[in-house]
């Protein structure tokens, strides 16, 4: 089986045990893909640079090229179309974090969908449900070697914003902790 299949499979794992322990259900999550440019995404020129602009003030960095760094993909937000953008190379830690950005639509500009930083994130997802139209946004961040935090970010009619934070451990008897977010 190859490194990316025996992810798969653990991810699997663990929203198995996400969902027992806590009764959260979790999307299916996913990561952007190198073939996911901003350019395949069929984004153009200046909308490429309108969002590099808006990306510039929630970024913990600013790399050399922007269009170099980040991959993009174009998502259903429920009521509207979206975008979920990450970073590829500076904009990512030495856990497999990478700053991701969600970008919505507002007379004509994509606008980022978070008010502060964008978070930081190994995986993605959208769950079906949705607040003020728009559907929950999910996050996994790996935490240490043992230990995954997932978000589920809720939209508030401005901005996601966390709602609810869990911890689960991967060694020995996988289990989910529920935590206060921040």
């Not at 999910?138 to 240490?144: D, E, K, M, P, Y």
């Not at 401005?158 to 935590?179: D, I, L, M, N, T």
Request: hydrophobic share 35%; net charge neutral.
């Amino acid at each position: 089986m190859t490194s990316v299949g025996l992810k798969a499979c653990a991810l699997a794992c663990v929203f198995v045990a996400i969902a027992l322990a806590q009764s959260v259900s979790l999307p299916p999550m996913d990561h952007l893909k190198a073939s996911e440019t901003l350019q395949a995404a069929k984004l153009s020129s200046p909308e490429i640079k309108q969002i590099c602009e808006q990306l510039e003030t929630t970024s913990f960095d600013v790399p050399d090229s922007w269009e170099t760094e980040l991959r993009g993909r174009r998502v259903s937000l429920g009521n509207e179309e979206g975008l979920v953008i990450q970073g590829i190379e500076l904009l990512c830690g030495g856990t497999g974090n990478c700053q991701t950005w969600v970008l919505g639509r507002s007379s004509g500009k994509w606008l980022t969908m978070f008010k502060d930083q964008a978070p930081i994130a190994s995986a993605f997802g959208f769950q079906p449900k949705t607040h003020a139209g728009h559907k929950n946004f999910v996050i996994a961040a790996n935490s240490s070697a043992d230990t995954e935090n997932y978000i589920i970010y809720h939209f508030d009619s401005q901005f996601y914003r966390q709602a609810q934070c869990y911890s689960v451990y991967k060694g020995g008897a996988k289990h989910a902790e529920k935590f206060p977010c921040k």
